[in-house]
T-cell receptor, first 115, second 112 residues
Framework: GNSVTQMEGPVTLSEEAFLTINCTYT??????LFWYVQYPGEGLQLLLK?????DKGSNKGFEATYRKETTSFHLEKGSVQVSDSAVYFC??????????????FGQGTILTVHP | NAGVTQTPKFQVLKTGQSMTLQCAQD?????MYWYRQDPGMGLRLIYY???????DKGEVPNGYNVSRLNKREFSLRLESAAPSQTSVYFC???????????FGSGTRLTVV
């Protein structure tokens, strides 16, 4: 079945530091890949997505590139802010078969940014 | 505002009590989902409904039932709550492409 593995957290950074959160996946075919963000006490919000190999999703200074050769979708940001403190989830969805339309999530990575 | 609305936001139940979590979306999405979120485990799919009139089990369906009342509404029922069902529950909906999902704000359920 499908699976998503994220780097272990929590991640603690100083403001303006570079951020990478690793994400790798296992799936057949060509899934769509997502990063969701959850701010304290809130639901999940879509941060960015990519639907085919070599696509780059980007939003709010975050970006991730769909790498089929390494089955990865790592999240990066060049300069984090305190307001980026949240939980980040990598996820995939796959059309067709029994997985049709369902999201498979990684375990989440807690990011804390200090001033 | 368009989106997914969940009620209630918080609930405390005693072991053995029953309750229904409500979810409604106003985006004309065909597919709706119920997930639970537990620390260190991400979100796990409980049940989903690919379209009005259909429901299917997800990864962790035991102890739950669902009803797709119409295209807008998808409810989750706990018939006899157990402490293991203490969690945060999220409802979501998606469009036909399954490349755009919208989540509700969640229901924090504690079973004592």
């Amino acid at each position: 079945g499908n699976s998503v593995t994220q780097m272990e957290g929590p991640v603690t950074l100083s403001e303006e530091a570079f951020l990478t959160i690793n994400c790798t996946y296992t799936a057949t075919g060509y899934p769509s890949l997502f990063w969701y963000v959850q701010y304290p006490g809130e639901g999940l919000q879509l941060l960015l997505k990519a639907t085919k190999a070599d696509d780059k999703g980007s939003n709010k200074g975050f970006e991730a590139t769909y790498r089929k050769e390494t089955t990865s979708f790592h999240l990066e940001k060049g300069s984090v802010q305190v307001s980026d403190s949240a939980v980040y989830f990598c996820a995939l969805s796959q059309a067709g078969g029994t997985s049709y339309g369902k999201l498979t999530f990684g375990q989440g990575t807690i990011l804390t940014v200090h001033p | 505002n368009a989106g997914v609305t969940q009620t209630p936001k918080f609930q405390v139940l005693k072991t053995g009590q029953s309750m229904t979590l409500q979810c409604a979306q106003d985006m004309n999405h065909n597919s709706m989902y119920w997930y639970r979120q537990d620390p260190g485990m991400g979100l796990r799919l409980i049940y989903y409904s690919a379209s009005e009139g259909t429901t299917d089990k997800g990864e962790v369906p035991n102890g739950y039932n669902v009803s797709r009342l119409n295209k807008r509404e998808f409810s989750l029922r706990l018939e006899s709550a157990a402490p293991s069902q203490t969690s945060v529950y999220f409802c979501a909906s998606s469009d036909a492409s399954h490349r755009g999902y919208t989540f509700g704000s969640g229901t924090r359920l504690t079973v004592v």
